[in-house]
């Protein structure tokens, strides 16, 4: 079987690239895998008190948080378009003075939006003095897409996005660098039913499959185009001209 030389390097490079990535894939897959058995094994262990200590976010980060301290209802601020049950609503976000000093965002839950206005908010509680919040320490409280930065502009009530450091700018507030998904009740009229964290593991391995597949479909092209390309080379031989043969059997060609 003839080899072409740069037809065949180009399929090895198909091959090399597709397969790498397939295994990118797979890495990413067992690097969510082990995050997730993370985040489990956070959950089920003992809250950690929250003080005026500055936390790092990656030491934080999922696990099971209390804090003790004053709600400051006067900067709260309600991100826009966080549905809940198809139904389009808000989720509250309110600054939370620490008994011992500092501060932290706790993400209290969601309303649904009004839907003959779309800036007025339902009612519900905040309570008044000192309490103690539970719930889970993550980066943000959540993240909506957003043409520009305009839905998140700072001094808005009503904002697309939050970001923790930029907010802490603006108000002059020394927060955590991460937000308190509460989860611990207090009547307050708010839903708290958080979506679980998800891994997308699954699209991961899709992924894989689908470059590791390409590879395979590489090598099965290739290996049928070498083929046809000899079979096609041999007919070309054993069709040789008539006068070729004519000539060397010592005959003059037919008229």
Known sequence: MKIRLIPTLLILIVVAVTVRLGFWQRDRAHQKE?????????????????G???????????????AVGQFMP??????????YNDQPGFY?????????????LINRGWLPRNMNERTTIAPYDTPRGEVEIEGIARADAT?????????????????????????????????????????SDDGDKLVRDWPAPTSGVERNYGYMFQWWGMAAAAIVFGLYAARRSTKNAKLVGDKRPESSDAANNGQAPHA
């Not at 005026?52 to 209390?66: G, M, N, Q, S, T």
């Not at 996005?161 to 998904?181: C, H, K, W």
């Open 92 to 104: 509250v976000v309110m600054p939370f003075k620490l008994r011992d000093g500092g501060y932290v």
């Open 74 to 83: 006067q900067q709260v601020v309600y991100l826009d378009n966080r549905p």
């Open 52 to 66: 005026a200590a500055p936390i790092a976010l990656k030491d934080i980060e999922f696990h099971r948080v209390r």
């Open 34 to 50: 082990a995050l997730q058995a993370q985040i489990t094994q956070f959950e089920n262990a003992p809250a950690q008190n929250i």
């Open 143 to 183: 993240r909506a897409y957003e043409l520009g930065q305009g839905g998140s502009a700072a001094h808005q009530t009503i904002r697309q996005n939050l970001d923790v450091a930029s907010f802490a700018t603006e108000t002059g507030l020394p927060l955590q660098p991460f937000v308190i998904q509460q989860t």
